[in-house]
């Protein structure tokens, strides 16, 4: 019985990847098709593949908009938001998980209240402290409200309370003192919670729509979610460009996983057990 059962349970796995992964596979393959071929149903599976494939629509994506500009709006965003929040997040999480002082408890369960208020509830009084600000139109409204995550917070949280306290008890014996023991002792030993936490902000910041739509008006602070939609809009519509597009953008956020994904799986192991 267990001779079948573990084939049938690789093949379910198999098959659940492949349907996971289809979206990307049919993206990918339409951007290499002309215009006219990509939304076309006849042929069967055959039609999934294409019969002259080239480079035409990546091509028009760059002749048609600004799209290097967009991508490095995104990639500065993201980028600004991922270094100052790992920063700030692990701080904060290793002052809840291993620093004694008043409130800490009451402080931490505000925190995690935090965690199930959406953006979409908070987004119009947001909008509106910072319109009184005068941030709009800026990379700095972009950036700011979401650099502390309370998310974040809580599984470097997770991972620093399950860390033994004798590597800290040894660094104070040595004469660390707090700063110097969290850089020397902490930040090294928690490599997978850092890495997953910057997969984590890096997939839900690159995708973000609904902020930059309300909070930006020109294309010089443009981000690529926010480009796409009105490259759509933007006539004459070809679905080739448009999928060419979809690929430019998914590509950072394979290449990063890729990158970092023995980490994170690590990481979300480890925050999983320990918290």
Not at 84 to 102: C, D, E, H, K, Q
Not at 178 to 191: L, Q
Not at 211 to 217: A, G, I, R
Not at 238 to 247: E, N, Q, S, T, Y
Request: proline share 6%.
């Amino acid at each position: 019985m267990k001779r079948l059962l573990t084939p049938l349970t690789y093949l379910c796995l198999l098959l659940c990847g492949l349907l996971f992964i289809s979206p990307v596979g049919f993206l990918l393959i339409g951007s290499l098709k002309p215009d006219d071929l990509v939304l076309v149903e006849s042929g069967g599976w055959r039609a999934l593949w294409p019969t002259s494939a080239s480079l035409e629509n990546y091509r028009d994506v760059f002749t048609r908009v600004d799209f290097t500009r967009y991508l490095l709006n995104s990639l500065f965003i993201n980028g600004m938001i991922l270094g100052t929040g790992l920063l700030v997040n692990s701080i904060a999480g290793y002052s809840f998980a291993r620093l004694p002082w008043r409130g800490r408890g009451l402080l931490f369960n505000l925190v995690l209240a935090v965690m199930i208020i959406p953006l979409e509830a908070i987004a119009v009084p947001l909008f509106y402290i910072v319109s009184l600000l005068g941030w709009r139109d800026t990379y700095l409204v972009q950036i700011l409200p979401f650099i502390a995550n309370a998310f974040s917070i809580y599984l470097f949280y997770t991972y620093f309370i399950g860390l033994p306290r004798e590597l800290e008890e040894a660094a104070r014996i040595d004469g660390a003192g707090v700063v110097r023991t969290f850089i020397d002792i902490i930040v090294p030993n928690a490599k997978p919670v850092f890495a997953s936490v910057a997969i984590l902000t890096f997939l839900t910041q690159w995708g973000a729509f609904l902020w930059p739509l309300l909070v930006t008006s020109s294309e010089a602070v443009r981000p690529l979610p926010l480009a796409i939609a009105t490259f759509h809009g933007l006539p004459p519509l070809r679905w080739g460009d448009l999928f060419a597009f979809g690929v430019m953008m998914v590509l950072p956020i394979l290449s990063v996983f890729l990158l970092f994904q023995r980490l994170f799986v690590r990481g979300v192991a480890a925050t999983g057990i320990k918290g």
